[in-house]
Structures are given as C-alpha cells and as structure tokens.
C-alpha cells in the first residue's frame, strides 16, 4: 500500500514481526521468502462459451447504444480537456479513450502523473456499486482485478475470516469441491489471494495473460456472489475450513479446521497476541473490539446460521467496491462481466449503512494498564521475559491527507531510523532487549501509535512505562532538527513517489491503498494522489519547523489519555493449560452427550471424510476455464544486462540495465568480494550488517549518516549474498554440491541522478571506514537480533525447518542455515555471552570482519546499475569516478575464479557438516499450539540431470494430493513443496499444523498416490496440462518493478545462467508428460528412505512421534 508499505522501507532495527500493527489475514501468506501456497487461492478465466456469448450481446449493446455513447464520449472529452490541462498541451503525455458501458455512469476521472495513468471512477446504474478503472500508458503491466466488501463483525467466531476462505470453495457456476485449486494448476496468475482486514475482505487477483485474466475474474465474481458455502448442499465448507468435531484416532472428538488451526498459530505469537488485545481495550464500542480473524475459543461457537446471515449482510454490490487496472478494452470488458453479476441486485441503502464503521472516541480519563500472560519454554527471569507497550488511539474524525503525511514524517522523526531519539533512546536504556510496537498503524479508519519494549525484567516494567513518556516530553520540549526533518520530509516524498518497489503487481498495491480510504466512503484518489497534500505539509512546516510536530506529539500523544499499557508476563504453564482446557472442554462436551448425537456427530465427520475423498466428476472439472498450452508464451522472460569487464580502465565489473518506468530514480548495488574472511568469522557477519545500520563511520556519526540518507537518497540497505555459481556451457540443470560460489556483502541504495555522487561516497565511507560499535551497544544489537530470530522460529517455522533439513545435504545450504537459521540463534546466543564476558575478543572478531571488505579493492568491487537510459547517461561521470577512484589492491592476492575452484568457505563447511548437521531427524520445541513439519533430502543424486519436467508431477502432488490431504482434511493452514534445480534437494513443509504424525504419514504416502494415480489411468491429459500452466506461472511471475529487473538480470549474470539453460527448462515443463510422471514417482521412493525431518512443534507433539533413530524420539534441538 502506498502509505503502509514505507514501514517495511526503514532501518533494519524495524523488524515486521515486532511490529504491532494492522495486517490483514489472508488465505494465504509469503514469508521469509517461502510462499504457503498464494497458489492457494487460484483461479481461472472465462470460457470460451461465455466469451462468444459476450461477444454475440456486445453487437446488440454496440447497435442499441452507439448514439449515446458518442454524445458521452463528447461530454466526456470536453471534461477531459478541462480536467486535464496538462495532458491537452503535451502531445507525448498518455491519452487514452474513455471506457463507457451503459450499466454504468462515469462520476469523475483524472490523469495521474506519477502512475503515468489515468483513473476513472464509475457507477453501476442499478445497484450504486463503485467501480474504479486504472488505466496505465504501459500495457505491458499486469492486468488486476480486485473486489472488496465492507465487513464489520459483531464476534470473535472469525466469521469474515472463514468466509474468505468458504466462498472460495466452490460456487454455483463451478460446483467443484475446490475450484481454485484446480484452477492454480492451469492460471498464469502473478497474483491470487484474498485477505480479511480488520473491517474489510478483500479479493484481489492478476495476470499479464488477458484470457487468463478474464478466467481468474469470473471465477473470483462467481466465488462472492453465488457460493455454495452458504447452501444446504455446501454447509460442509463450514466444517472444512472454519471448525468442525471430528474424530481422532482414540475414537474421541477433537476440533480441527483450516482456519481453527491458523488462528491457534497466530495467537501463539506473543506480538499477535498483545496488538489483538490491545484493539479490545483501545475500542471498547466499536467493531475494532472484535477480532475479524477469529480467536480460537470462539470460533467453535459459529454456527451455520450465523454463518449464512453475515454473507448476506456484507456480500452484496451495493457494499462493494470493485478495481480493474487494465486497457479500455478490458476496462470495458471488465464492466461486461460485472453487470453479468450485479444486475441481479437492487440497490440496498440500508444494507450499506448497516455496515458502517462508526468511530470509537476518545474517551478515557486515565490510561488503561492490563497484563495477560504468554507461553514460555522456561521461565528465566535473569533474562527478562516481560513485554510492554504503550499504545495510543490517534483519532475520533477522518484525518485529511495532508494530517496522514504529517504523520507519517512525524514518525519518521520519532522511530524511523536507528537515531531517531524515541526508537535511539528506548533501544540504549538496557531496560529490554528490543523494542517492538514500532510507531504509527496506519490503514483503517482510526489509526495508532504504539511502542514498547520487549525482554524486559518484571522489576523494570514501570521504568519503560515512565521513560517512554519522559522521552516524549523531552522531544516536546527540545524538537528536531532541521537536518532531521528534511531527511523525513524527503525520505516520504520518495518512497511516495516511487510507483513499484515491493514484489506485488503495480495495480494490487493501487487498488489496495485506495481501500484505506474507498471503504470508508471517502474518494479512493486521496490515497494515491498526494502531489497537493505533499505541497501543503512542505509548505506549513517550512514556515513553522520544528513546532510543527512539537504540537503533534503534545496533541495526539502527551496530553490524549485514550491509551491501553499492555504487559505481556511469561509462563511456562500457559501452554500446556490451553491444551489442557481444549481438551477438557471437548471431552466434557463428548461426555455430556446422548449416544445419538455422538453418532450424528461422528456421522457429520465421516460425511465431511467422504466428500474430501470423492474427486469431483470429470465434467465438473472441465467446466472450469483453463487455457491451453497454446496460450502460453514458448520463450522464457529475458532482462538484458550490459556487462563491462575492466570499466574505465580497472578491475571493476560495471553492469548496466535500462528500464522503464523508473520514475527517474537510480538503482545502485555495490558488492564487495568476503571469501577472504576466515570461515570460523563467518557466523558473525549478521550481526555486523546489523550493526553497520548502527554505528559510525571514521567520518560521520550514526546521526549524520542517517540525515545524510534521508535527506539524499531513497535508502541504503546492507546485504549479504550467497551466489552458487552455474557451469555457462552446461545447458541442462546437473545435481551439484555447489562447491563453487560468489560471497559477497551489498551495500544496496537508490537515489535520484543529481544525488549519486553523494550515494556512492557515503557508501564508501560506510564501506571504507565503519567503527565497531561500542561493547554496550553490541550487547544490545545482539539482544535484539536474539529476540527476532525467536519469534521468527514461532510464527514463521516453516521456512527455518527447510533450511535446517537443507543444511543436511548441500555444504552451501549448510553456510546459509549458519547465517539464517536455528544454528544462526544458536551462535549469536554464544556471541552475548562473548561480548559481556570477553569483550576485547569479541571485538576484534568485529575488526576482522570489516577488514574482509573495507579494502574496497577494484577487482573484487561489481556495480550494478539500474535505471532509464537517459537517467543512467547522465550519472557516467559520478561512476567513473568512483570506480577509478577505487583502490587497485596491488598488495592484495589475485581473487581465485570461483566457477573453476572450491570457495574456501565450502572446505570448512564439508569438514563442519556431520558435527553441526547430522542426517538426522530433529525436533525444535517451542510454545506454540500448532507445529511446522518438514520432510527434506535429496531425490537426485550429485552429476544426474534435473529435467524441468519434475516440477509437473511435483505441481500435480502440491496443489493436489498435498493441499486435499495436509490442508483440508487434516487442518494445517497451509503446505507446501520445492525443488532445488541446482542440487536436486526436495522438501514437503506444512504451516500451522496441528497434526504432526498424520502430516508425516502423508509425505511418506505420496509415491505410492502418485503411483496408484499413474496405475488407475487417473492421470488425464487435462491433470498433466494443468500442471504444466501452473510450473510455468511459477516461472514466469509478474511484472516486475524496475529494481528488481535490474537485480534478477545482474544476478543471473553472476550465477553464470545461461538463456539456453533457462530455455531448456522451459521446454521441458512444456513438453512433460505421463513418463515425466512415472520417473518422479520413483525418484520419490527413493527420495522417501534418504531423506529426514525437522519439526518445529511443542514438546508435547515431539515426545510423542516416533521419528527418531531406532524408533526412539526425534535428536531435540533446544533454542
């Protein structure tokens, strides 16, 4: 979102997890860079039959209405010239023509030229349903639809929550048990998902295919508006994906759900679970109170009925607003399939008013304080195991967007950089470990402003209450600078100005920031369009400085008493009761019931088993749109990069790559070579990228460099990369132990041209002449990085499960665990102790580290650029003079060809593998009432070739037999399966699974599916075709912004990639069939016996598994 995106933009110090703030729930998630399955959710598009019947009415519709479409077109020019004056007099700025239906009436329209777009709003004639086309001049971007609904819950049963997922369980047009998982296997989606905020659900979806595009909308608008969910004949989806009684293996009852066993997993981290208590006590009266995502106490309590009667309420057009970024002609085919839909609808006023969200005001005289506990292993109060934050409501009115961007700079100056003074002195106190909470929460009607601490000892929790306050009263009473406030005032004109920069299709971001204002019947522009807001806030605080702000925070934080203080205190019993009380309150239901209603509840159970286990008949299956293997581009996606070896007469390799669409803006990565660094100094390298976010270089205080990056640049990140090498001339993909590899640490900025001079010298300087930083300020760093990376492990175990399986098998996955996962917690828990005990050791372990690249010598020095031609013309002479000014390393040994020779890291590593990484199955407890189970290994051994046809089979188990059996039928939130085309590693992993032996009898099981599929002749051409799309929706992905262009092209120059490798995979996928199939299955037999498990799970699951060597329990791993 335009505004809600700049959080995760700031100092790494701003970790998302500990961020307490508005997140929607979706049905599926992207974590840590391990997708749960957005494939989850995928559609198709319209068929063949629907497209010519379009097209059969189009004719009437064009014959009939042709005279009033030219007198609109007139109006509507006359609007145009008047509205867009600037467009009128430029004859090279994007015009296009008005998309017109007569279903639905034009109420404005505008040029946006920072989108280079333009916007139309409309609305539907019959039921006012609102309608907002985004027309962009480039029609290479994504296509995007999205509708979303105004929901307001009454409960916490999650109703809105479950529902997202029900509708999307099969509809009136497509029966099927779940046609978007049959649809995954066929989209050529780039975006497909759905997401229930606070007072919203929303349903986006794109694809650079229009066939496709048009396929996944009609599914999408038959999942809203005529679900099976909410028939008799669908009560089951209820069952299935909110909670249901079902029966386990004893013959007693226990409660299972897709959505039951995520919102286990959500309330199991204590982050979560503070920021949805806090929403309770901030807004005592309005629907804010409730949780939309369900609590897991609740959510049993929904009833069919219930379920039923809020559809009703919230699914209508009238209560909808709707999104198409697109052509004219798919606006206007988009408005076609719309009206197909919405005129069947009257307009319902009441139903919108009904859904209204009314503010909660400010109303307490006295802040609130209240303490809850959360789930510890073990409780150690010499570490400090309290948490505490204080959380402001902000506003009882509509803020206007000038007030929005003010606070958005105000937040800035107050925590948006290491040295911003209440992040800067909170973080110094030693009073916890970390702060959280993080600032503004922007993105509903009503926003907040929380902060706090966590790790802190109970004897501390009034002194981070009272200095919290006391550094607002002195920021009060002191100010900012005007360093400072530039640096935040330019900081926010970028990142506002910088159309694309995460990874999601332009037009979901566009049509996800114009809901946090739409849904609260407020123009959807005034969350995209902010040229004069912008102008407004430069202006006032030109004129008023500091002052400005000073009153911001005496207004809206010092003097409001409308605050909750939230103490979170450890237990190490609390997860155990809750198991207990879950159990117990089951087994007293069960017992308090007659032998017939336990036999109908059995009944129901088995009923809902049947229905999961019955495919869907054929023609059902065929009825839903797909495209043909005709209908897909043969040629992979390319991005040219310009390599110069030896630029400007040195050592240095300079890559270019020109783009579109930059906006005028200047990418840079600058990677310096770390092989150098002595492997058992390699596991501190995450602690110093942290610390080069804090400390000082030999120029420039912490301070200055932080105003310096604000005040110059879009920011400047810090990155270390692993590159396995690729052998050029090898066209197939051949499993290798990925001995050969490139280290390098980025220092990753992006600017405007007439700032890269300035750019490249602080990067320089930070790269030359960074100081460690001071050993009471290591201990802190390193205390953070502790707390992240255990709540990380809680709620995001998947990702940390596959890398520890990984690490088992590849001596370069190995490396990347001893830098990311479980072994990284364990050496920075190694490393506080150093630094509080051995300080001066610690140190120079500091000093040896930065010296492994602050010789910034030219050969072992790569710049990659990315920008627009003329951009990247214009700064040559800021690059060559950087790059001559470079330090030839005359006194430094030849940097080793790393395609041809072992890196030296990979020695250690091999020598380290069966001390540190044993093949063996393990098990990580934590607290936690759901589990992440993974089973990994290699299915191709080292020197076979790896066909691109794998991933079909492997696409047929993961959004088949894997989501049926791991998803639906056994309640974990998600699951999910990878190849590694490089080393032939495989993993299965779920998310959020309450089922630990059940989950690991389903991997085991799936060779002899995919076998017994391939021997019942199951395995139609359809199911192969299907598979195919999906491997290469996969592939190809979406549109990407301009940063990431410049990026994968520079990275697969380094990998040493070759087009006709990349090529040869994509022919493969294309050209599977049954034998690609057949050979899987056997390689997954065998993949079966050599490869372990890692479960991330309570210790209660693990004792009870029998997965440890001779049948004993798993090899414990203790965090």
Same mark, same amino acid.
């Given at each position: 979102?335009?505004?809600?995106?700049?959080?995760?933009?700031?100092?790494?110090?701003?970790?998302?997890?500990?961020?307490?703030?508005?997140?929607?729930?979706?049905?599926?998630?992207?974590?840590?860079?391990?997708?749960?399955?957005?494939?989850?959710?995928?559609?198709?598009?319209?068929?063949? /039959?629907?497209?010519?019947?379009?097209?059969?009415?189009?004719?009437?519709?064009?014959?009939?209405?042709?005279?009033?479409?030219?007198?609109?077109?007139?109006?509507?020019?006359?609007?145009?010239?008047?509205?867009?004056?600037?467009?009128?007099?430029?004859?090279?700025?994007?015009?296009?023509?008005?998309?017109?239906?007569?279903?639905?009436?034009?109420?404005?329209?505008?040029?946006?030229?920072?989108?280079?777009?333009?916007?139309?709003?409309?609305?539907?004639?019959?039921?006012?349903?609102?309608?907002?086309a985004?027309?962009?001049?480039?029609?290479?971007?994504?296509?995007?639809?999205?509708?979303?609904?105004?929901?307001?819950?009454?409960?916490?049963?999650?109703v809105?929550?479950?529902?997202?997922?029900?509708?999307?369980?099969?509809?009136?047009?497509?029966?099927?048990?779940?046609?978007?998982?049959?649809?995954?296997?066929?989209?050529?989606?780039?975006?497909?998902?759905?997401?229930? @905020?606070?007072?919203?659900?929303?349903?986006?979806?794109?694809?650079?295919?229009?066939?496709?595009?048009?396929?996944?909308?009609?599914?999408?608008?038959?999942?809203?508006?005529?679900?099976?969910?909410?028939?008799?004949?669908?009560?089951w989806?209820?069952?299935?994906?909110?909670?249901?009684?079902?029966?386990?293996?004893?013959?007693?009852?226990?409660?299972?759900?897709?959505?039951?066993?995520?919102?286990?997993?959500?309330?199991?981290?204590?982050?979560?679970?503070?920021?949805?208590?806090?929403?309770?006590?901030?807004?005592?009266?309005?629907? @804010?109170?409730?949780?939309?995502?369900?609590?897991p106490?609740?959510?049993?309590?929904?009833?069919?009925?219930?379920?039923?009667?809020?559809?009703k309420?919230?699914?209508?057009?009238?209560?909808?607003?709707? !999104?198409?970024?697109?052509?004219?002609?798919?606006?206007?085919?988009?408005?076609?399939?719309?009206?197909?839909?919405?005129?069947?609808?009257?307009?319902?006023?009441?139903?919108?008013?009904?859904?209204?969200i009314?503010?909660?005001?400010?109303?307490?005289?006295?802040?609130?304080?209240?303490?809850?506990?959360?789930?510890?292993?073990?409780?150690?109060?010499?570490?400090?195991?309290?948490?505490?934050?204080?959380?402001?409501?902000?506003?009882?009115?509509?803020?206007?967007?000038?007030?929005?961007?003010?606070?958005?700079?105000?937040? @800035?100056?107050?925590?948006g950089?290491?040295?911003?003074?209440?992040?800067?002195?909170?973080?110094?106190?030693?009073?916890?470990?970390?702060?959280?909470?993080?600032?503004?929460?922007?993105?509903?009607?009503?926003?907040?402003?929380?902060?706090?601490?966590?790790?802190?000892?109970?004897?501390?929790?009034?002194?981070?209450?009272?200095?919290?306050?006391?550094?607002?009263?002195?920021?009060?009473?002191?100010?900012?600078?005007?360093?400072?406030?530039?640096?935040?005032?330019?900081?926010?004109?970028?990142?506002?100005?910088?159309?694309?920069?995460?990874?999601?299709?332009?037009?979901?971001?566009?049509?996800?920031?114009?809901?946090?204002?739409?849904?609260?019947?407020?123009?959807?522009?005034?969350?995209?369009?902010?040229?004069?807001?912008?102008?407004?806030?430069?202006?006032?605080?030109?004129?008023?400085?500091?002052?400005?702000?000073?009153?911001?925070?005496?207004?809206?934080?010092?003097?409001?008493?409308?605050?909750?203080?939230?103490?979170?205190?450890?237990?190490?019993?609390?997860?155990?009761?809750?198991?207990?009380?879950?159990?117990?309150?089951?087994?007293?239901?069960?017992?308090?019931?007659?032998?017939?209603?336990?036999?109908?509840?059995?009944?129901?159970?088995?009923?809902?088993?049947?229905?999961?286990?019955?495919?869907?008949?054929?023609?059902?299956?065929?009825?839903?749109?797909?495209?043909?293997?005709?209908?897909?581009?043969?040629?992979?996606?390319?991005?040219?990069?310009?390599?110069?070896?030896?630029?400007?007469?040195?050592?240095?390799?300079?890559? /270019?790559?020109?783009?579109?669409?930059?906006?005028?803006?200047?990418?840079?990565?600058?990677?310096?070579?770390?092989?150098?660094?002595?492997?058992n100094?390699?596991?501190?390298?995450?602690?110093?990228?942290a610390?080069?976010?804090?400390?000082?270089?030999?120029?420039?205080t912490?301070?200055?460099?932080?105003?310096?990056?604000?005040?110059?640049?879009?920011?400047?990140?810090?990155?270390?990369?692993?590159?396995?090498?690729?052998?050029?001339?090898?066209?197939?993909?051949?499993?290798?132990?990925?001995?050969?590899?490139?280290?390098?640490? !980025?220092?990753?900025?992006?600017?405007?041209?007439?700032?890269?001079?300035?750019?490249?010298?602080l990067?320089?300087?930070?790269?030359?002449?960074?100081?460690?930083?001071?050993?009471?300020?290591?201990?802190?760093?390193?205390?953070?990085?502790?707390?992240?990376f255990?709540?990380?492990?809680?709620?995001?175990?998947?990702?940390?499960?596959?890398?520890?399986?990984?690490?088992?098998?590849?001596?370069?996955?190995?490396?990347?665990?001893?830098?990311?996962?479980?072994?990284?917690?364990?050496?920075?828990?190694?490393?506080l102790?150093?630094?509080?005990?051995?300080?001066e050791?610690?140190?120079?372990?500091?000093?040896?580290?930065?010296?492994?690249?602050?010789?910034?010598?030219?050969?072992?020095?790569?710049?990659?650029?990315?920008?627009?031609?003329?951009?990247?013309?214009?700064?040559?002479?800021?690059?060559?003079?950087?790059?001559?000014?470079?330090d030839?390393?005359?006194?430094?040994?030849?940097?080793?060809?790393?395609?041809?020779?072992?890196?030296?890291?990979?020695?250690?590593?091999?020598?380290?593998?069966?001390?540190?990484?044993?093949?063996?199955?393990?098990?990580?407890?934590?607290?936690?009432?759901?589990?992440?189970?993974?089973?990994g290994?290699?299915?191709?051994?080292e020197?076979?070739?790896?066909?691109?046809?794998?991933?079909?089979?492997?696409?047929?188990?993961?959004?088949?037999?894997?989501?049926?059996?791991?998803?639906?039928?056994?309640?974990?939130?998600?699951?999910?399966?990878?190849?590694?085309?490089?080393?032939?590693?495989?993993?299965?992993?779920?998310?959020?699974?309450?089922?630990?032996?059940?989950?690991?009898?389903? @991997?085991?099981?799936?060779?002899?599916?995919?076998?017994?599929?391939?021997?019942?002749?199951?395995?139609?051409?359809?199911?192969i075709?299907l598979?195919?799309?999906?491997?290469?929706?996969?592939?190809?992905?979406?549109?990407?912004?301009?940063?990431?262009?410049?990026?994968?092209?520079?990275?697969r120059?380094?990998s040493?990639?070759?087009?006709?490798?990349?090529?040869?995979?994509?022919?493969?996928?294309?050209?599977?069939?049954?034998?690609?199939?057949?050979?899987?299955?056997?390689?997954?037999?065998?993949?079966?016996?050599?490869?372990t498990?890692?479960?991330i799970?309570?210790?209660?699951?693990?004792?009870?598994?029998?997965?440890?060597?001779?049948?004993?329990?798993?090899?414990?791993?203790?965090?």
């Amino acid at each position: 979102q335009v505004f809600d995106t700049m959080r995760s933009r700031r100092s790494n110090l701003k970790n998302e997890e500990e961020t307490v703030e508005m997140e929607p729930i979706m049905i599926s998630e992207s974590e840590d860079e391990m997708e749960i399955d957005a494939s989850d959710l995928e559609l198709n598009r319209i068929s063949e /039959k629907y497209r010519k019947r379009v097209e059969r009415r189009s004719k009437v519709v064009r014959v009939l209405t042709a005279a009033a479409t030219f007198i609109i077109l007139l109006s509507l020019f006359s609007l145009t010239y008047n509205y867009f004056p600037d467009r009128a007099k430029d004859g090279n700025t994007f015009i296009p023509s008005v998309p017109s239906h007569p279903a639905f009436g034009i109420t404005r329209s505008k040029y946006l030229s920072t989108y280079n777009a333009t916007m139309y709003v409309f609305k539907h004639q019959k039921t006012q349903a609102e309608f907002m086309a985004f027309v962009p001049a480039d029609e290479k971007q994504d296509k995007v639809f999205g509708i979303s609904f105004r929901t307001k819950p009454t409960s916490n049963t999650g109703v809105a929550h479950i529902l997202e997922h029900s509708v999307l369980a099969g509809s009136k047009k497509y029966p099927a048990k779940d046609p978007f998982v049959i649809l995954l296997k066929g989209s050529l989606h780039t975006f497909l998902n759905a997401m229930t @905020y606070n007072d919203r659900t929303v349903y986006p979806v794109a694809s650079r295919n229009k066939k496709d595009f048009f396929n996944l909308m009609s599914v999408y608008l038959d999942a809203v508006f005529a679900p099976r969910c909410i028939t008799q004949e669908g009560e089951w989806i209820l069952r299935q994906e909110g909670w249901r009684y079902d029966v386990n293996d004893d013959n007693n009852l226990e409660i299972k759900g897709v959505v039951y066993s995520e919102m286990k997993g959500v309330f199991s981290n204590p982050i979560s679970l503070m920021s949805r208590n806090v929403d309770k006590f901030l807004f005592p009266d309005n629907t @804010y109170y409730f949780d939309s995502g369900g609590e897991p106490d609740a959510i049993p309590n929904l009833t069919q009925a219930e379920f039923v009667d809020f559809y009703k309420r919230h699914y209508h057009p009238t209560n909808s607003q709707s !999104f198409v970024s697109g052509t004219v002609e798919d606006v206007i085919e988009a408005m076609e399939l719309l009206d197909e839909y919405m005129k069947e609808y009257e307009y319902s006023p009441e139903l919108k008013e009904n859904s209204e969200i009314r503010f909660q005001k400010k109303k307490y005289a006295h802040h609130l304080y209240q303490s809850l506990p959360y789930a510890v292993q073990k409780l150690d109060e010499s570490q400090g195991q309290h948490m505490l934050t204080i959380t402001w409501l902000l506003n009882d009115s509509h803020l206007h967007q000038m007030q929005m961007l003010a606070w958005y700079a105000l937040d @800035y100056l107050l925590v948006g950089t290491s040295s911003s003074p209440l992040m800067k002195r909170l973080f110094e106190s030693g009073l916890g470990s970390s702060v959280i909470g993080n600032g503004l929460n922007a993105g509903l009607m009503q926003n907040t402003f929380a902060i706090g601490m966590k790790g802190i000892l109970a004897s501390n929790i009034t002194q981070v209450e009272d200095l919290i306050l006391q550094i607002l009263r002195d920021i009060e009473r002191d100010g900012f600078s005007d360093d400072e406030i530039t640096a935040a005032i330019n900081s926010l004109e970028f990142q506002l100005r910088e159309v694309q920069s995460g990874s999601n299709p332009a037009g979901i971001d566009i049509f996800l920031s114009t809901l946090t204002t739409w849904n609260y019947d407020r123009l959807p522009e005034e969350a995209i369009v902010f040229d004069e807001s912008l102008a407004s806030l430069q202006s006032i605080v030109g004129k008023q400085g500091s002052n400005f702000f000073t009153r911001m925070i005496k207004t809206y934080l010092l003097n409001n008493n409308h605050r909750v203080h939230m103490e979170l205190h450890p237990s190490e019993t609390l997860a155990a009761e809750m198991i207990e009380k879950e159990t117990n309150k089951v087994k007293m239901f069960q017992n308090s019931l007659k032998q017939d209603e336990l036999k109908k509840i059995k009944d129901t159970a088995q009923e809902l088993k049947d229905i999961q286990n019955k495919d869907d008949p054929i023609e059902v299956i065929e009825s839903i749109p797909s495209l043909a293997l005709t209908d897909i581009d043969r040629l992979i996606v390319e991005y040219d990069t310009n390599v110069i070896e030896n630029a400007y007469g040195t050592s240095t390799i300079l890559t /270019k790559n020109i783009v579109s669409g930059s906006s005028g803006i200047v990418y840079l990565d600058v990677g310096i070579d770390i092989s150098s660094l002595g492997f058992n100094n390699v596991e501190v390298l995450p602690f110093l990228v942290a610390m080069m976010t804090e400390n000082d270089t030999a120029k420039r205080t912490r301070k200055e460099i932080n105003n310096f990056i604000g005040i110059n640049t879009g920011g400047i990140g810090i990155e270390l990369k692993l590159i396995a090498l690729q052998d050029p001339n090898q066209v197939d993909h051949i499993a290798t132990a990925n001995k050969n590899l490139r280290t390098l640490l !980025f220092f990753r900025g992006k600017c405007t041209a007439q700032n890269v001079g300035k750019t490249l010298e602080l990067i320089k300087d930070m790269a030359q002449k960074s100081l460690p930083v001071t050993q009471e300020k290591a201990i802190q760093i390193l205390e953070a990085q502790i707390a992240s990376f255990e709540s990380r492990i809680t709620s995001n175990g998947h990702s940390f499960s596959v890398m520890r399986m990984h690490a088992r098998y590849n001596a370069m996955s190995f490396i990347d665990e001893k830098l990311r996962g479980i072994s990284q917690l364990q050496a920075l828990k190694k490393m506080l102790a150093r630094a509080q005990n051995s300080w001066e050791t610690f140190e120079t372990r500091i000093k040896t580290v930065i010296e492994s690249f602050s010789h910034m010598a030219s050969a072992e020095t790569i710049i990659n650029l990315t920008g627009d031609f003329d951009t990247l013309e214009s700064i040559e002479n800021n690059i060559q003079t950087f790059i001559v000014s470079l330090d030839l390393g005359s006194n430094r040994p030849p940097l080793p060809d790393f395609s041809k020779s072992d890196h030296p890291w990979i020695v250690k590593a091999g020598q380290n593998m069966a001390k540190y990484s044993p093949v063996q199955n393990e098990g990580i407890p934590v607290s936690s009432r759901v589990s992440y189970i993974g089973k990994g290994g290699r299915i191709f051994d080292e020197g076979e070739k790896i066909s691109g046809g794998s991933c079909v089979p492997l696409q047929f188990l993961r959004k088949g037999y894997l989501w049926d059996t791991v998803r639906a039928k056994n309640g974990a939130y998600g699951v999910m399966s990878s190849l590694d085309s490089t080393d032939g590693f495989l993993y299965m992993v779920s998310y959020r699974d309450p089922q630990l032996i059940k989950t690991v009898a389903a @991997y085991e099981a799936a060779a002899q599916y995919l076998q017994s599929q391939i021997q019942l002749k199951a395995l139609t051409k359809n199911a192969i075709k299907l598979s195919i799309i999906g491997c290469i929706a996969d592939l190809d992905g979406s549109t990407l912004p301009p940063r990431e262009v410049g990026w994968l092209a520079f990275l697969r120059y380094m990998s040493g990639s070759s087009k006709l490798r990349r090529q040869r995979w994509r022919d493969d996928i294309l050209a599977a069939d049954e034998s690609n199939f057949e050979i899987f299955a056997k390689q997954l037999n065998k993949w079966n016996s050599n490869s372990t498990l890692a479960v991330i799970a309570p210790m209660a699951s693990i004792e009870e598994a029998p997965y440890g060597q001779n049948g004993l329990p798993f090899n414990i791993i203790q965090l």
